[in-house]
């Protein structure tokens, strides 16, 4: 699809500038055209009345979100978005774990709008091991995934289902989704999963990151510590906050090993080490089981 960025940016954005690709995988384009971000949408998502009505909660809050500046366009056949450049994370430099877990902390505790759309459940994890082939690593995610409850497989109508408050949700996310504003704030971007939902969600991935090993845990402690600090609404106040988070850290970690799986055959080389590390992690908890 890179083939295709110029024309995509140029057509969407208007502007006589080349643009400058961020990002060209898994369906999704994003290009830079000066200060504008041009977004081509995966092609296989609904982008209809939910999706407006993320844009409109994201562009009520400004202080936390960077969304879309008006509704989707038709181009070439893409769904595509502009929204106002920000300065993405730099893995080269020391990452904003605190950072994030503030601000994360001061979504999950703000109102959530009367029109904001529901998250529903977790369902990448269901559909990434579906893509999985055949080998001895597919085996053990297969495995793991076997241990979720059934709503978190996709096979149940949400039976067993932790009943827990709503807050407003980014659906998500990861450092990938922090870009730094023009006033040296962080906010958070692409909107595509935003609504209410269980807040843990959004805490899933570096606690999965945690569990495999791949996340070293003064990082892990700095974004929970200041997430906990900030009053974030995913753990309970002074309790245990691996009763909330274990399942979204197994769900994630199953979802994560299985994408690294898939990567590597694809690619036709063996799993690195972190990639390993996520495997691992899934044999461990297929061996510690649960109530599927």
Request: net charge negative; aromatic share 6%.
């Amino acid at each position: 699809m890179g083939r295709d960025s110029s024309r995509i940016a140029a057509r969407a954005s208007d502007a006589p500038l080349e643009p400058e690709t961020l990002y060209d995988r898994h369906g999704v384009l994003v290009v830079r055209v000066g200060d504008i971000v041009v977004k081509a949408h995966q092609p296989d998502r609904d982008y209809g009345e939910p999706f407006l009505a993320r844009i409109k909660v994201a562009a009520s809050l400004p202080d936390l979100l960077i969304g879309p500046l008006g509704p989707p366009s038709d181009v070439d056949g893409r769904t595509v978005t502009l929204s106002v450049y920000g300065e993405p994370v730099d893995p080269h430099k020391e990452l904003p774990w605190a950072d994030a877990g503030r601000l994360l902390a001061a979504l999950h505790s703000t109102p959530v709008p009367a029109d904001a759309p529901s998250w529903g459940r977790p369902t990448r994890v269901a559909t990434q091991v579906a893509r999985l082939g055949e080998g001895p690593a597919e085996d053990e995610v297969r495995r793991a995934f076997a241990t979720l409850p059934a709503w978190v497989r996709g096979e149940g109508p949400g039976k067993g289902r932790p009943e827990r408050a709503e807050r407003l949700i980014h659906g998500d996310w990861h450092l990938g989704q922090m870009v730094r504003a023009r006033d040296g704030r962080w906010r958070l971007i692409d909107i595509e999963d935003l609504g209410r939902g269980d807040p843990a969600w959004d805490l899933a991935r570096p606690a999965a990151l945690y569990l495999s090993g791949v996340l070293h845990p003064d990082d892990w402690g700095r974004f929970l510590d200041a997430y906990v600090e900030a009053g974030g609404a995913a753990v309970p106040d002074g309790g245990d906050p691996w009763a909330t988070l274990d399942l979204p850290a197994r769900s994630l970690a199953i979802q994560i090993a299985a994408t690294c799986v898939i990567s590597a055959r694809e690619g036709e080389r063996p799993l690195d080490g972190p990639e390993q590390a996520m495997v691992d992690a899934c044999g461990r908890i297929a061996a510690a089981g649960d109530a599927a």
